[in-house]
């Protein structure tokens, strides 16, 4: 079975521009979470969806938005780049949404904005 | 943003020795989960520990879920070369989604 996967793995972009970032979980998984990994902050949660409905959401500026398709492939954007956005954005899938679910992280996409 | 208290930060060990590294919380947690993370690759799963006091083993790993809720550990035994990486615990509240993430345990093993 496929893992998860991130479409791009590396990206570069200017302050102020916007930035879409593609997540495939694994097949037959329903919830998708997206956290952001940088040296400083450690890795921190940005916000959780299942069935194209977001769950959770982290402590992010509302510049951080993301959305689930019905095929459980989701995308998340961040508009107006600032520097510190530069990290690691990782995507974690999961099977199903009770109590308690495992999370498979993919190989996440380094953003580095200048 | 929230993070758990893991230590040590780093480990700088002979191989063959055994390791150990835990977590603690000022929350208690429904889920523990042990990951993996070698440079420019996400979490790998190794362990999840999902009832207080379970003990679980992955081959040479061991990990335990404290009888309290907030805290886990985890023991790497008779450590090889490949062992190398950085060590996060997780900790999940009730109804599953969001991880709290420890700050990272690095361990290097000299051969």
């Known amino acids: 079975k496929a893992g998860v996967t991130q479409t791009p793995r590396y990206l570069i972009k200017t302050r102020g521009q916007q930035v879409t970032l593609s997540c495939s979980p694994i097949?037959?998984?329903?919830?998708v979470s997206w956290y952001q990994q940088t040296p400083g902050q450690g890795l921190q949660f940005l916000f959780e969806?299942?069935?194209?409905?977001?769950?959770n959401k982290g402590n992010f500026p509302g510049r951080f938005s993301g959305r689930q398709f019905s095929n459980s492939r989701s995308e998340m954007n961040v508009s107006t780049l600032e520097l510190g956005d530069s990290a690691l954005y990782l995507c974690?899938?999961?099977?199903?949404?009770?109590?308690?679910?495992?999370?498979?992280f993919g190989p996440g996409t380094r953003l580095t904005v200048t | 943003g929230q993070q758990l208290n893991q230590s040590p930060q780093s480990m700088f060990i002979q191989e063959g020795e055994d390791v150990s590294m835990n977590c603690t919380s000022s929350s208690i947690f429904n889920t523990w989960l042990w990951y993996k993370q070698d440079p420019g690759e996400g979490p790998v799963l190794l362990i999840a520990?999902?009832?207080a006091g379970e003990l679980t083993s992955n081959g040479r790993l061991t990990a335990q879920f404290g009888i309290t809720r907030k805290d886990s550990f985890l023991n790497i035994s008779a450590s090889i070369p490949s062992d190398v990486g950085i060590y996060f615990c997780?900790?999940?509240?009730w109804g599953g989604g969001k991880l709290i993430f420890g700050q990272g345990t690095e361990l290097s093993v000299k051969p």
């Open positions: 997780a900790g999940q509240s």
């Open positions: 969806y299942f069935s194209e409905t977001q769950r």
């Open positions: 974690a899938s999961s099977p199903i949404l009770t109590g308690a679910d495992e999370q498979y």
């Open positions: 520990l999902y009832k």
């Open positions: 097949s037959g998984h329903r919830s």
